[in-house]
């Protein structure tokens, strides 16, 4: 396809009215390419386009929904290495990241075709002689997807598999930082053998082309990955309109380490929970809580691997931790690190602007010992490579400051206790808990999501996913 790269509805490929350059974040004067973003006009046609086929592929058989996203899996698998490539260079995680998140997206399709032949329902006696009843599932109708710049084709897959294996028609709206990915997505489904109007994707702006797609009075369903503010906005609207609203946001997540861990694993849990992918995961350790035994031991060795963290191009082999993935983001990183200065945090490395071969949004890990859970970094998400250690006295403590948040997303804990790993994972205040694990990396086959405010409505992924990509029929019969 010829460059600029072009929205998707009603099976064809349509040209929008601004033409804007996506920029890898390692390396300014890279272009990754050029994208025709659609306005709120487009996106209302986009979604005439799956509101017209919404009864059509509702009728659609298992097996044509099984073929198609196996199809999609299949694809995405056998191209990973060039898509975590193209991954990488656009959004800045290192290449077995990128890789990686490529691999979890052909999982998910596999996952979701095989979903289309399970969604079953089912019966139950009546209370009445006689009368049987059965519940069953039927789609939701038309959804509006709408995804977030840092997994940029994990949570669109997350989003629009299950979509499709249950029957929904989808309009997809990518995030503006990373079109790259979601175009080849898009372009792949487009060879899927969906009838045309079942998938469309609307690249653009959030308060524009987003929220064209959020008010058309056709779409039954919103599934919303990104920001609290915007979450907030979405959900608002939805519910005015009676419309199904699903969120997933922002996350602050602790990580409690006891005195009885094992400290390799504690630190290495830490090191790759706070700041692997460059720290700019939903699930990220920004709160490291540690209790007083093995405080100094800890920061000591977190310290040193943090040192050992090698900060550089994303596509370079031996990179650690790719750039940060905009100026506005590093602005927000740079201004957090003197936020936690002001409020006596004490930061013992990192932080630090850096230059490489190629300009680029180049930031050194950071760490801030000896802090209170009340300071603005330990309560606002940040979303950059920036962790702090708050110290407690004992489990009970520790579970406390973690709790006190008002996130919920994803918590871990280091120990070898049975006891405290047990009730650590009844009683913190998150949708996902680790033990011995850090807060990020989950599984694809089973739920995802939070508490609090960081989620809102039901869980996405593994076979949860189908509470709100369906609903439930009930059926009574006379034979
Ligand atoms: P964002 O809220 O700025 O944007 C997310 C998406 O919403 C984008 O596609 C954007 O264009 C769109 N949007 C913006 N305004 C809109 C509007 N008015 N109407 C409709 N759509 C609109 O978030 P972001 O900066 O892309 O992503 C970072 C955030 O995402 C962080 O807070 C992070 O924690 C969160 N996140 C959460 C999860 C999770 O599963 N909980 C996963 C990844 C990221």
């Not at 509702?58 to 044509?64: E, K, L, Y």
């Not at 959804?143 to 989003?159: C, D, R």
């Not at 709206?173 to 792949?188: C, D, G, N, Q, V």
């Not at 109007?197 to 039954?220: S, Y």
Request: glycine share 10%.
């Amino acid at each position: 396809m010829k460059q600029p790269y072009q929205n998707y509805m009603n099976g064809e490929w349509v040209a929008g009215p601004h033409i804007v350059p996506s920029i890898n974040p390692s390396n300014l004067d890279d272009v990754v390419g050029e994208f025709a973003y659609a306005d709120a006009a487009l996106a209302n046609q986009a979604v005439q386009a799956a509101a017209t086929v919404a009864d059509e592929w509702r009728n659609s058989t298992p097996q044509q929904r099984f073929n198609a996203l196996d199809f999609i899996g299949t694809e995405i698998l056998q191209r990973k290495e060039e898509l975590g490539r193209l991954l990488s260079r656009e959004e800045g995680k290192t290449l077995p990241e990128g890789i990686g998140e490529v691999n979890r997206a052909g999982q998910i399709f596999k996952f979701f075709a095989g979903e289309a032949l399970r969604c079953g329902g089912e019966w139950l006696p009546s209370v009445r002689p006689g009368v049987r009843v059965q519940m069953i599932r039927q789609p939701v109708g038309v959804t509006v997807l709408i995804s977030p710049w840092n997994f940029p084709i994990a949570i669109p897959a997350w989003k629009i598999a299950p979509a499709l294996a249950y029957g929904n028609t989808v309009v997809f709206k990518p995030a503006e930082l990373t079109p790259a990915l979601a175009w080849e997505l898009a372009e792949i489904i487009s060879r899927g053998g969906l009838p045309a109007g079942v998938f469309n994707m609307v690249m653009g702006e959030g308060p524009t082309v987003g929220a064209a797609l959020v008010e058309h009075p056709q779409v039954n369903a919103v599934s919303f990955t990104g920001s609290i503010a915007v979450g907030r906005q979405i959900a608002r609207k939805c519910v005015e309109n009676g419309k199904r609203v699903q969120l997933e946001m922002g996350g602050k997540n602790p990580l409690v380490v006891l005195d009885d861990a094992d400290l390799d694993i504690a630190v290495e849990a830490a090191a790759n929970g706070a700041f692997y992918s460059t720290g700019q995961r939903c699930t990220a350790s920004s709160r490291l809580i540690v209790t007083r035994g093995i405080y100094s031991c800890f920061v000591d060795a977190l310290t040193a691997r943090m040192k050992s963290l090698k900060v550089d191009d994303a596509l370079k082999p031996d990179t650690d931790l790719g750039p940060v993935v905009n100026q506005a983001q590093l602005e927000k990183d740079l201004k957090y690190l003197e936020i936690g200065k002001s409020e006596g945090a004490v930061m013992i490395g990192g932080g630090e602007r850096l230059e490489r071969a190629a300009p680029g949004y180049y930031l050194s890990p950071a760490l801030f010992v000896d802090t209170d859970n009340r300071m603005r970094i330990n309560r606002e998400e940040i979303f950059g490579p920036i962790a702090a250690v708050i110290p407690a006295q004992d489990y009970e403590e520790a579970l406390q400051i973690a709790n006190d948040t008002p996130f919920g997303l994803s918590a871990g804990i280091c120990t070898r206790s049975l006891k405290y790993a047990h009730h650590f994972q009844e009683n913190s205040q998150a949708g996902m808990t680790m033990v011995n694990l850090p807060t990020a990396g989950v599984d694809y086959h089973v739920p995802f999501g939070g508490m609090k405010q960081s989620s809102y409505g039901s869980r996405e992924q593994g076979s949860y996913a189908r509470e709100f990509y369906t609903t439930v029929r009930t059926c009574y019969l006379r034979p």
